[in-house]
Structure formats: C-alpha cells, structure tokens
C-alpha cells in the first residue's frame, strides 16, 4: 500500500520537519489532511503549496482543553478520517548537569499530555466505526535511559508503552496502530545535535507513510532495528558507562 489509500488524514505537529512533510506528500497523494500546530505563518504558507488538499488549524498541544471540540471541528469539515498521526514533539537542549522543571514539563505537556488527549479522541472515533490508522512518531530515544535527555526519553518511552497499550485494546476492531521510532532527522528539534549522518524529514516521511498500514513497531532503518535490539539488550551497569 502507498500513502495514497488514504482519503482523510489529521496530522498534529504538521507545520515543521517530519509533519510538514507528511501533510504535503499525503496531500500530493490525494488526500485531505488537517495540519495542526501553534504557528500560524508556516501552517498558512503549507496550505499555499496545495490549497485544495491541505486544510490548516492552529492550536498548542499544550491546551489539551481545546481537544475534544476541535477533534469534531476538524473531522467534520474534512468529511471523514481514515490516518491520525501524532507528530508534536519537543526537546530542548539540556546540559549535562542541569535538572530544569520548566524545560522538564514542557517535554511532557506536548510528549506525552498532548498526545493522550489526541490519540484519545482518535481511537474513541475509530473504535466507534472499526476502521482507522493511528499513527505516533516516537523515537529510538524511548528505548534505554540515556543520561543525556532524560525526560524527553523518558515521555518518548512512555509513547511506545501507550501506543502497544492502544494496539492490544484495538486490533481486535481492525483498527491499524504503529508506532514509529525514528533515528536522528535533520529537523530543526534536533539542530543543536552533533551527528554525522541525519535522515532527511522528506525521507522520513515518506517510509512513515510506507510503514503505516501494519500495525507495531516500526524503525525507519533496518540498521537501527538490529542496533537497538543490542543497545536495549546492554545490562545497565554496563550501560552507565557507554556514552551512546
């Protein structure tokens, strides 16, 4: 299957990196989708690239209030719903020995509050009609405790364990539910980072989409699956010591 069986889509955290990717190459596949994120000028300048497929609402994931009325707002006007994805992510740069609450509860307002209460919706929606894909964009940061970020590991830990929970309660309805873990991309999230080799966002997306209609959990390379099975695998006094 291609992204293009797809006729409805919703993508929160869709005006940068991964998710503006996934809302033009769905809209170029022919689908309506829903772009939803905080910044206004991006999102408009996303509809302006193809004005018939793409259908812009600005919110901040950090209100989860707004969620439930604009969930039936936005499938309503968009006429139906077939692919939910949950793209926002933060994480800032954190120093070494620096504990900052208020960076700390950032990462888990977007992380991880903001996408139970859009996943939510989303799962009640395709519950309810027993049909559907949800989609969350996790991280191979979710798999270990890594000194370096630990909250923001932490929420992307906590994504993985709630999308398994989600894909155990719905795939008895024939609902599709995949999380995707990616590696690092070159976003503007992960400008700060120092690696070698990044993943371009357009091919992030697009084996995203590719990976979307089986349900479980999905690396974006082969290479990454089998070095993550190690890296899960490494016993933890071992592990404090390795800088990976």
Same mark, same amino acid.
């Given at each position: ?10 993508? !929160? #955290?869709?005006?940068? #990196?991964? #998710? ?9 596949s ?6 939803? $994120?905080?910044?206004?000028?991006? %999102?408009?300048?996303? =509809? ?5 497929? !793409? ?5 901040d994931?950090?209100?989860? $209030?707004? &969620? ?9 006007? %968009? ?5 939910? !994805?949950y793209?926002?992510? &933060?994480m ?6 620096e504990?900052d ?6 990462? !888990?307002? &977007?992380?991880?509050?903001? $996408? ?9 929606r ?8 949800? =989609?969350?964009? #996790? ?7 890594r *000194?370096?970020?630990? &909250?923001?590991?932490?929420s ?6 709630? @999308? ?5 309660? %719905? ?5 599709? =539910? ?7 991309v070159?976003t ?5 980072? *120092?690696?070698?080799? @990044? @993943? ?12 979307s ?22 016993p ?9």
């Amino acid at each position: 299957m291609s992204s293009g069986s797809y006729r409805y889509a919703v993508v !929160i #955290g869709a005006s940068t #990196g991964i #998710g503006a990717e996934l809302v033009r190459q769905l809209a170029a596949s022919g689908a309506r989708v829903a772009a939803v $994120a905080r910044n206004r000028d991006r %999102l408009e300048a996303l =509809v302006r690239e193809n004005p018939e497929k !793409i259908l812009a609402y600005v919110h901040d994931v950090k209100c989860p $209030a707004e &969620v439930p009325e604009l969930f039936q707002k936005i499938t309503g006007e %968009l006429g139906g719903l077939d692919l939910f !994805i949950y793209n926002a992510g &933060v994480m800032p740069e954190i120093g070494a020995n620096e504990y900052d609450f208020g960076k700390d509860s950032g990462i !888990i307002d &977007v992380n991880i509050t903001g $996408a139970v209460a859009w996943l939510d919706q989303a799962a009640l929606r395709f519950d309810n009609v027993q049909h559907g894909t949800l =989609v969350g964009i #996790g991280s191979v940061a979710g798999d270990r405790g890594r *000194q370096g970020t630990p &909250v923001y590991n932490a929420s992307k830990s906590f994504l993985a364990s709630f @999308m398994e929970a989600l894909r155990n309660r %719905l795939s008895k309805r024939g609902i599709t =539910v995949v999380t995707i873990k990616p590696g690092p991309v070159d976003t503007e999230m992960t400008a700060h980072m *120092q690696f070698s080799h @990044m @993943m371009s966002a357009k091919d992030a997306a697009r084996i995203t989409l590719a990976k979307s209609h089986k349900s479980g959990e999905h690396y974006l390379k082969f290479t990454h699956k089998i070095a993550f099975w190690i890296i899960r695998n490494i016993p933890s006094p071992l592990f404090r010591k390795l800088k990976i």
